[in-house]
């Protein structure tokens, strides 16, 4: 696609049709510009099949609103809607429509609240609630999710990885198997998770990142193919990079060749005053090779360079990798934590794709509409009791426990102050016989979840720094239970209806079920 | 992302690191102008986990050029390079270098080759292969992989379920559950490999498509809130798009409200002089609510409305919900291939991230480079033998037999001529216990798949239309075996060396296993 089309595809049509059919629809019954008040959430956590995610972790914010700063419904966009044509060949949209469109089709209505970026957050939580006229806030729905629900999948791939790997040195590597252009915001959300670097250079420079690589074993092929080896390969690199020298072993015979060859190259550049960085495999048995690479390295006398493993790379495999390091490492001599210690990770594929669990199931939902000057709750049943909606305007806090962990996400409704109640009843959100009473002694802090981060079109939100969002998801995993961090079967961490909103809840629903009426909201 | 910071990510350093330190290496060793041989293959046919692919769509090519023809090292590009440091603080990339590449950094030197968008392709093939100066083509391979990866995946999951759906209407609908922009080329690649139309608006302008859709549960929810009800959300919408009235009929209870409803608004519509269009289902047990809302709708005498269904749908489920119609719909006096034929099928999440096979596993080998006007063949070898690289100039043929069925595809030695030889043997490409040998009037037609795109930095190919892509794509699924198609445990497509490519490739082989020097080049 060439930039000039780019910039019309990822504009303000960068969203489903029904959204502008809707939305016309809503203007001409007169209810286009009505408060409404839709709440993005997550059903469930990332499932990996064999290992599932018991938390994840938020991103993506500052990129919906840079989206939102530019989209336009300008000459270009409204003449391809008014170009759009029925079954019969008649208009789909009308000019007063358009006209409206072109005028007032702008972000200038809404308020936007969020949990910030890098934070913990849990299935059911609204992460973002819109607050703006019906068609425009309608509008927003598809690349809000668009921009919300990638970034925080791969966020939470990369904790996964991250946590499993000890919090040594994470490289992002997944350019070259990403979605096309998903590749920026998945380097972008891969960051915020718990990657230190990405290879991806363009990116580096936008998230201010220095970009990170070495040599493929292509480098290592043109050499040979030319009539010399690998071991010249390797004093090419180290004679242009002497002091960042970290060399791929494994193009010819990783441990009858590419081991040996590195350490001939890294003693040469001991000699010349300059200390390797370490190795890279690609292939093979990864922990066997570590171990008997770790062996002649540390035989030769550099037992402090990196290893750095790659090849379909993910919190699973580095799991085992990491195990299977401390069974065998002893039968070879070896200390295990030194060689783990050692490692790093350069994980491409499964982490941009969030393999096998490629989406997260990120919604919109309708909670809210303001009537005469009041919001109105609004429902949406579903045969699958844990799909209905918890409706009306909320809050959303965070309980902590005497531990000063996150015991409970409480869902409230917005003129509740659970600090301020003596007993706190937690309603499992779809199952009525289960729930939780909590003192206010037992909870160390209630923590309020949401902030203000546009009002009325403007963003009234300190945009943080991804350090900055770095620092809050690290703050936050301290204070995840240790059960819920759990690599398989975790804890599930509890996500709660306060007893007005469980009210409310129970009641509009036997509203519609006990009457042929499919209404009868209930005011609050 | 800003577009201003966008612009910079997905320019010319929209590549991995490693391309750069290589090239600088390269340039530093004057090898950075000789001229290289690339091959872009895959290596399997995704794999769903419960069901796989016997073929691929090839698609994202372009786009690729799109990419090519826009990207320059500029100012910008330059001065980020040069600020970047290694662990010293000394910096990366000199000015030698840095010279050279604003000056000559373009892709002017690159021929290209490639199997044209559409055409049905296997593992182990080349789709592309590029040729031009090393270094250029070094830092080309991550934008290459990028390009085309992710197209091929997705127009390969999109044929799948048409070939499933039997062709009826394909609406992608995948944009909220995509990868941030990847959903551009996800929808692209859509269209290419079976989707009739996309939801997504902006993409569909830029690639001559109408975008599709109609409304939302919200729209009734607002109905609903506001003290109306469904029947009044439906009429209001047939009232707007009377010709074009397709329903949701799942907000409150499909049949005993939704259905019945929109029959009241279609009989509405009738006596005005507006056939509907139908109803969509988007939750519950999809081919027995099809039955009964088919048998709600026929005797309503409605018998050709549409029913859409979405709702978590791929190629698997599609299966069996038309399995579930066959067995059931007699049970309630229906006939099960007139429900059928009138579904149709809104297909998000799992066609734009080609669930549960998030990836495809293309790689960008080299393969020759030219030394003393000849091309020499490069090696890379693998403890997994079917990861060892086939060497060497080729040409790509694809055999068809006498049902004018495709048979296999051949990769041979440039030089060599498959349709001047009495008979061929097909080497198995790693399994030297398996060949075939065909004799010449087994073969219907030998055609050569590659096709030159690109010479020296200029597109030499009349780029098609999205539409003469679909008719080469229908074109090549005709020709292949019905096996290959199969959902499940396909028939493995024949991928073969040459009896001249054998043998220069096993030559290479044993000359590296067999010599303590890992290098042995065969000049042919």
């Known amino acids: 696609m060439k930039s000039s089309e780019r910039k019309f595809a990822e504009g303000m049509l960068y969203t489903d049709m029904y959204q502008l059919t809707m939305a016309q629809l809503y203007f001409h019954r007169g ?40 989209a336009r419904f300008g000459t ?27 005028a007032n089709g702008t972000f200038d209505g809404i308020s936007l609240q969020a949990i910030p970026e890098g934070r913990v957050v849990h299935p059911n939580v609204p992460l973002t609630v819109v607050q703006g006229p019906l068609a425009m806030a309608q509008i927003l729905e598809t690349p809000l999710l668009n921009h919300l629900n990638f970034q925080t999948l791969i966020a939470t791939k990369a904790a996964r990885i991250r946590e499993v790997g000890r919090g040594n040195l994470l490289l992002e590597f997944g350019l070259r198997r990403a979605q096309d252009r998903g590749a ?58 002497p002091d960042d020298c970290l060399l791929l072993v494994d193009t010819v015979d990783t441990l009858e060749s590419g081991v040996p060859n590195a350490i001939k190259v890294f003693e040469e550049l001991r000699k010349a005053g300059h200390e390797p960085v370490g190795i890279r495999l690609d292939s093979g048995d990864l922990a066997y090779i570590s171990i008997q690479a770790a062996k002649q390295l540390d035989a030769a006398g550099f037992p402090d360079t990196s290893i750095v493993l790659s090849n379909a790379l993910d919190e699973l495999v580095i799991w085992q990798i990491i195990t299977q390091i401390q069974e065998e490492a002893p039968r070879y001599g070896m ?12 994980v491409g594929t499964r982490l941009i794709t969030s393999d096998p669990a490629s989406a997260l199931d990120g919604v919109y939902k309708l909670v809210a509409i303001c009537e005469d000057d009041a919001w109105v709750p609004t429902l ?33 409704l917005a003129e509740e102050d659970p600090a301020a109640a003596d007993t706190l009843l937690l309603h499992h959100p779809s199952n009525h016989t289960k729930y939780r009473t909590i003192s206010r002694d037992e909870i160390s802090a209630v923590e309020p979840l949401l902030v203000d981060i546009m009002v009325n079109g403007k963003v009234v939100y300190d945009l943080p720094s991804i350090e900055e969002m770095r ?39 036997q509203a519609v079920n006990g009457d042929e009426e499919q209404q009868v909201p209930t005011q609050i």
């Open 76 to 102: 270009e966009e409204i003449e391809f809607l008014r170009a759009q044509t029925g079954r019969t060949g008649a208009r789909t949209f009308d000019d007063d429509f358009l006209d409206w469109l072109a």
């Open 335 to 346: 200390d295990a934590d030194h060689i783990i210690n050692r490692l790093a990770y350069g």
């Open 184 to 241: 920026s915001a998945g380097a972008r959300a891969a960051l915020i998770g718990g990657a230190d670097f990405t290879s991806n250079v363009g990116i580096s420079k936008v998230l201010g990142y220095p970009p990170k690589g070495t040599h493929a074993h292509s480098m290592v092929q043109v050499f040979m193919a030319l009539g010399e080896g690998e071991l010249e390969a390797f004093r090419a690199y180290a004679d242009i990079y």
């Open 380 to 412: 949406k049943i579903s045969e699958n009791r844990e799909k209905t909606l918890n409706p009306a305007h909320k809050k959303i806090w965070r309980l902590y426990d005497e531990r000063q962990k996150a015991t409970a996400d409480l869902l409230a």
């Open 31 to 70: 209810l286009h510009e009505k408060d409404a008040l839709f709440e993005h959430f997550f059903r469930r956590n990332p499932d990996y099949g064999s290992h599932k995610a018991g938390y994840s972790i938020n991103a993506g914010l500052e990129w919906l609103l840079d989206w939102m700063a530019e």
């Open 471 to 509: 620092a809050v998801r690290e703050h936050d995993m301290e204070r995840l239970d240790h059960g819920v961090k759990r690599l398989m079967t975790p804890h599930i961490y509890h996500v709660s209806l306060s007893q007005k909103l469980w009210n409310l809840k129970q009641g509009m629903i």
